[in-house]
């Protein structure tokens, strides 16, 4: 059963310096319907204009994943961390008992725009930690690359819940198909780009909610950047 969140029905706050698209309930967007995927709790589509972001604030029990699909993004945190994300780095935060940073967009010319994730954690008031790490193009392409995993591992991200998280870059007509196990609940994003799943038609901002599949198939009539989550 494949359960389609169009990019057009999301939730939709414009601040100025922020354009944020919400799939799931967030701040001041509310709809009961959507308010999470198993333990997946946000995906926000944001773009932050040149200079400007979110200045610092707390977080705690939340698992925070931020990809960057253009410009360059600026985070510093309570813990000591200070650096830029980039098109193909991926930073995990795990806020546990609490942790304060900010972000901003690196430029003062062009904006940035990434996709904030939050997975609830399985355990709460954890120890704060943070990775990045860089993936080259080459490893995502026409592949599922897992970049988080309750487990980690090199250039794995580990997450305190047992999920499991792909990227994938598809080129024109090269189908990338995937198999959950027994049980598992999955939900795919597409990030940039166009594809079908299981020959249903999806565009940049769309999600769906995969329950009850054997398996599925994604092709792309161009390219497209694709997140694929595995869940309880």
Known sequence: ????????????????WLDSYHTFSFASYYDPRHMGFSVLRVINDDTVA???????????????LSYVLEGEL??????????????????????GSGVTHSEYNHSFDAPVHFLQIWVL??????????????????????QWRLIASRGG??????????VRIYAALLDQDT????????KRKLWLQVASGAALLNGNPLYAGDGVGILKE????????????????DLP
């Open 175 to 182: 189908p990338l198909d995937y198999t959950p196990a027994p």
């Open 214 to 229: 054997d398996r599925i198939v994604l092709t792309s009539e161009d390219q497209a950047e694709v997140l694929l989550f």
């Open 50 to 64: 040149p200079g400007q972001g979110f200045s610092s604030h707390n977080h705690r029990d939340m698992e925070i």
């Open 74 to 95: 600026e985070h510093k945190d309570s813990l000591g961390n200070g650096s830029v994300i980039r098109p193909g780095d991926i930073q995990l935060m795990s806020a």
């Open 153 to 162: 591992g090199r250039n794995i991200a580990r997450i305190h819940q047992d």
């Open 121 to 142: 954690p399985d355990e709460l008031g954890l120890e704060p930690n943070y990775q990045q790490f860089h993936i080259p193009p080459e490893e995502k392409r026409n």
């Open 1 to 16: 059963m494949l359960n389609i969140r169009h990019h057009e029905d999301r939730g939709h706050a414009n601040h100025g």
